[in-house]
């Protein structure tokens, strides 16, 4: 359990991703760009006293998850994108996790199928639900639009430094006895295709997190590890390193950490099929009734 201190972090964590949430998708528009909007949300993060649980994340169309602004990005949203902005904020380590899905074109349903499973399944949230039933109540709802819930993307628990914990949270109905308790803390996260619904990994990544400590020879290499160790082993990206050092020598580092297994990455996720993917998103407190802190009203 949670010290009422710790919960009040919690709180405000949530409340931080919530308000950057917020802000960076009435930034997504037709003509702005990817780059600018993603800044624009850590800013808005920083000003708000919050520190960054992973780097903000604006995956487009078929690519679900993980497509992170490149230093020079030069992607610019068009009419007919389906713009999934993913947030996460950290006090102290307490974490709050949300996402959504911005519609520049003709996917309303689509977008509605992943909003409306998240609210359903918070709706059943209690201590002693079963993750079987979170998993049956999101897949439901999207299959009702005439959809499908992306099979091997799931929710997850939220601890101290760790924005994927224990337990997964399925977005299947998989059966799954295992019960919540009160005061965990877990993300529900749906994602809504008309394709197949499985994604893999795809393309070069910009995201990576800290998994081993080793050590290294290379000074350039251990000067850029020496920054990434700030981090405390939660996600970072590219562009973070080479408004401190140098490109080239920051992607020297990277291969050789990356090879050293000191840290590993997260390509982005398009779906199989190159279908639409939406995405919906919030951090719940586990109590009965459960707190939601990713609405912007507590």
């Known amino acids: 359990m949670y010290s009422d201190k710790e919960l009040e972090r919690i709180k405000r964590a949530g409340k931080i991703a919530a308000v950057a949430r917020e802000h960076g998708a009435s930034l997504i528009k037709i003509g702005a760009s990817l780059l600018k909007v993603t800044e624009e949300v850590e800013k808005k993060i920083k000003s708000l006293g919050g520190e960054f649980a992973f780097p903000p994340q604006i995956s487009l169309n078929d690519v679900a998850a993980h497509y992170c602004a490149e230093p020079d990005d030069k992607t610019v949203f068009k009419k007919g ?8 904020v950290h006090i102290d380590g307490f974490i709050g996790d949300t996402a959504v899905t911005i519609d520049l074109g003709d996917n ?9 499973a998240v609210e359903k399944a918070i709706s059943i949230l209690k201590p002693g639900i079963s993750l079987g039933e979170i998993g049956k109540t999101i897949q439901q709802t999207i299959q009702e639009y005439g959809f499908s819930p992306v099979k091997n993307l799931s929710g997850h628990g939220l601890e101290k430094y760790e924005f994927h914990g224990k337990p997964s949270i399925p977005n ?29 990994e795809s393309g070069n990544a910009n995201i990576f997190s800290q998994i081993n400590k080793k050590p290294v020879r290379n000074r350039i290499t251990r000067k850029i590890l020496k920054e990434i ?31 050293k297994n000191i840290i590993t ?34």
């Open 81 to 88: 994108d389906l713009c999934k902005l993913d947030v996460g």
């Open 108 to 116: 309303k349903k689509l977008t509605e199928a992943s909003q409306k």
């Open 172 to 200: 299947i109905d998989t059966k799954d006895p295992t019960v919540l308790k009160k005061g965990q803390v877990i993300a529900i996260e749906p994602f809504a295709t008309p394709g197949h619904g499985k994604i893999y």
């Open 229 to 259: 160790v700030t981090y405390n082993r939660l996600p970072f990206t590219t562009r973070w390193l080479i408004k401190k050092f140098n490109a080239f020598k920051v992607r020297f580092a990277l291969r050789e950490l990356l090879n």
């Open 265 to 298: 990455s997260y390509p982005p996720l398009p779906e199989k099929t190159h279908a639409m993917v939406s995405q919906a998103e919030h951090t719940i407190i586990i109590d009965d009734p459960v707190i939601v802190t990713t609405k912007i009203k507590i």
